[in-house]
Antibody, heavy 123, light 108 residues
């Protein structure tokens, strides 16, 4: 069974940092591009970042560019998101998602989604 | 920046057909995908590559594409289909993903 399990969320003060992790199992992790998608309370889905299967290419949404860093460790089947300079508007559930390739790193679909980890930025 | 436009809500009676549209300028070039999200749960893929249905997704869910508009159709709506539905795609240059605002489907 394909599984994605996020961890590392919690309460952090504005300006603080947090590192999210995602443990993948049930599929050849090193063969897939991976992503983070977030959802603020009561709001819609927002793509955060993508990383290619070999880590050669990374992409970020405008709202997190320069503050967040995506990375992966294929030997550990793990995906990470280092979040710095956190703001109140970063408060959200962060989902780890596997991406399916359609000829470009950006353009495929997300399946499955982890259950998410909640990040709350508040003083 | 690029946006996908969805109606915020759709209401439908049980057994009827619900149609949710998603409009975007890059849709003739980029595939669209649909997700269902129920309260307190993670999204689930419903449709990929405009009209393909993953295994395990009921046949009453279908997708279609025409120019800058893609449509998710739910035929014979059931009470369990009450949920939020999101379309997803990418910009023309393949540099970022985008989601629609989500459509809340209410089964009357």
């Amino acid at each position: 069974e394909v599984q994605l399990v996020e961890s590392g969320g919690g309460l952090v003060k504005p300006g603080g940092s947090l590192r999210l992790s995602c443990a993948a199992s049930g599929f050849p992790f090193s063969s897939y591009d991976m992503n983070w998608v977030r959802q603020a309370p009561g709001k819609g889905l927002e793509w955060v970042s993508s990383i290619s299967s070999t880590s050669s290419d990374v992409y970020y949404g405008d709202s997190v560019k320069g503050r967040f860093t995506i990375s992966r460790d294929n030997a550990k089947s793990s995906l990470y998101l280092q979040m710095n300079s956190l703001r109140a508007e970063d408060t959200a559930i962060y989902y780890c998602v596997r991406a399916f390739f359609v000829g470009a790193i950006i353009g495929g679909w997300f399946d499955p989604w982890g259950q998410g980890t909640l990040v709350t930025v508040s003083s | 920046s690029y946006e996908l436009t969805q109606p915020p809500s759709v209401s439908v009676s049980p057994g009827q057909t619900a149609r949710i549209t998603c409009t975007g300028d890059a849709l003739p070039k980029q595939y669209a995908y649909w997700y269902q999200q129920k309260p307190g749960q993670a999204p689930v893929l419903l449709i990929y590559k405009d009209s393909e249905r993953p295994s395990g997704i009921p046949e009453r869910f279908s997708g279609s594409s025409a120019g800058t508009t893609v449509t998710l159709t739910i035929s014979g709506v059931q009470a369990e289909d009450e949920a939020d539905y999101y379309c997803q795609s990418a910009d023309n240059n393949g540099t970022y993903y985008v989601f629609g605002i989500g459509t809340k489907v209410t089964v009357l």
